[in-house]
């Protein structure tokens, strides 16, 4: 007998009136694996874990309110009629592109506050963020969210899916493309592409890592933006995520291009002695 399965229960456990969604536990568990990396690869940079720690601290809640505002905004003429819903991030509904660009704010601000290099900052960041954006993706898998268009349950299973992951895809009585899965093993490929290369000397000059994850990044989301059905809408011509892939490969191909050629005296991402950076920043 073949056995079917239903829809996962998004919410962990409950707490009497708390209930703690699959959601954040994800979230935050790819957040508490990135912060880890992070600080093991800056105490090798010269950056200062406690330095790493406080960043953080700023970063999380803006870069929240970032996602949350980027897609609110977009989806305004639902939430002006619905206000009380807005801060009901743990149904889902955030944009990582405005988490992005909330983040990269706050990198700023802080390096310069703390006298740190900001593109060298962003290089040890960047892999520990796809890393967690892969993660993270499970959250919206959970939600039975961020999902394709229709497809046929032969179609899934001729992916080689466990029937667990294929129950959760059949969504409204259909079974859907599961480009959460898409998005995350290419999240996850990046990641293991830019561990394995950063360390490669002569290979990334300062800030090519980070621009190295955007281009990465941006190009995979287009094709999977492109299959979704929930897209951010612009003049409902327009996928918004889309668009911004396409101005995020192009210009972060376009940047490395000309600082190989205009800044000649960029540093290499491994120079430098990272005990003589720590010190100078005490």
Same mark, same amino acid.
């Given at each position: 007998?073949? /056995?079917?399965?239903? =829809?996962?229960?998004?919410?962990?456990?409950?707490?009497?009136?708390?209930?703690?969604?699959?959601?954040?536990?994800?979230?935050?568990? =790819?957040?508490? +694996?990135?912060?880890?990396? =992070?600080?093991?690869?800056?105490?090798?940079?010269? +950056?200062?874990?406690?330095?790493?720690?406080?960043?953080?601290?700023?970063?999380?809640?803006?870069? /929240?309110?970032?996602?949350?505002?980027?897609?609110?905004?977009?989806?305004?003429?639902?939430?002006?009629?619905?206000?009380?819903?807005?801060?009901?991030?743990?149904?889902?509904?955030?944009?990582?592109?405005?988490?992005? +660009?909330?983040?990269?704010?706050?990198?700023?601000?802080?390096?310069? *506050?703390?006298?740190?290099?900001?593109?060298?900052?962003?290089?040890?960041?960047?892999?520990?963020?796809?890393?967690?954006?892969?993660?993270?993706?499970?959250?919206?898998?959970?939600?039975?969210?961020?999902?394709? $268009?229709?497809?046929?349950?032969?179609?899934?299973?001729?992916? *080689?899916?466990?029937?667990?992951?294929?129950?959760?895809?059949?969504?409204?009585?259909?079974?859907?493309?599961?480009?959460?899965?898409?998005?995350?093993?290419?999240?996850?490929?990046?990641?293991?592409? /830019?561990?394995?290369?950063? *360390?490669?000397?002569?290979?990334?000059?300062?800030?090519?890592?980070?621009?190295?994850?955007?281009?990465?990044?941006?190009?995979?989301?287009?094709?999977?933006?492109?299959?979704?059905?929930?897209?951010?809408?612009?003049? *409902?011509?327009?996928?918004?995520?889309?668009?911004?892939?396409?101005? #995020?490969?192009?210009?972060?191909?376009?940047?490395?291009?000309? $600082?190989?050629?205009? /800044?000649?005296?960029? $540093?290499?991402? #491994?120079?430098?002695?990272?005990?003589?950076?720590?010190?100078?920043?005490?």
């Amino acid at each position: 007998m073949k /056995l079917v399965l239903g =829809a996962l229960n998004p919410i962990a456990l409950r707490l009497g009136p708390i209930e703690v969604h699959w959601y954040g536990v994800i979230i935050a568990t =790819a957040v508490v +694996i990135a912060v880890a990396l =992070a600080v093991r690869e800056g105490s090798q940079r010269g +950056i200062r874990p406690d330095d790493i720690y406080d960043m953080i601290l700023w970063a999380l809640p803006f870069t /929240l309110i970032a996602a949350r505002t980027y897609y609110v905004a977009f989806q305004w003429s639902y939430y002006s009629q619905n206000p009380g819903e807005i801060i009901r991030i743990w149904d889902g509904g955030i944009a990582i592109y405005g988490g992005l +660009i909330g983040a990269a704010i706050v990198v700023i601000l802080f390096c310069r *506050h703390r006298f740190i290099p900001v593109w060298l900052m962003l290089d040890v960041a960047a892999p520990t963020v796809i890393m967690g954006q892969g993660i993270g993706r499970w959250g919206n898998f959970m939600n039975q969210e961020a999902y394709g $268009r229709v497809t046929s349950l032969s179609f899934l299973q001729g992916l *080689h899916l466990p029937q667990w992951l294929i129950s959760q895809m059949n969504i409204n009585g259909a079974y859907r493309q599961p480009t959460f899965l898409y998005e995350s093993i290419w999240d996850l490929l990046g990641f293991v592409v /830019l561990m394995v290369t950063r *360390h490669r000397t002569g290979l990334y000059k300062q800030g090519e890592v980070f621009l190295a994850y955007v281009a990465w990044y941006s190009f995979g989301r287009f094709f999977t933006e492109g299959m979704r059905t929930d897209s951010l809408m612009l003049f *409902h011509i327009i996928r918004i995520s889309q668009a911004l892939s396409v101005v #995020l490969f192009v210009g972060s191909i376009g940047l490395i291009i000309w $600082r190989r050629r205009h /800044l000649t005296q960029n $540093r290499w991402y #491994l120079d430098g002695s990272g005990q003589k950076f720590a010190t100078e920043n005490k």
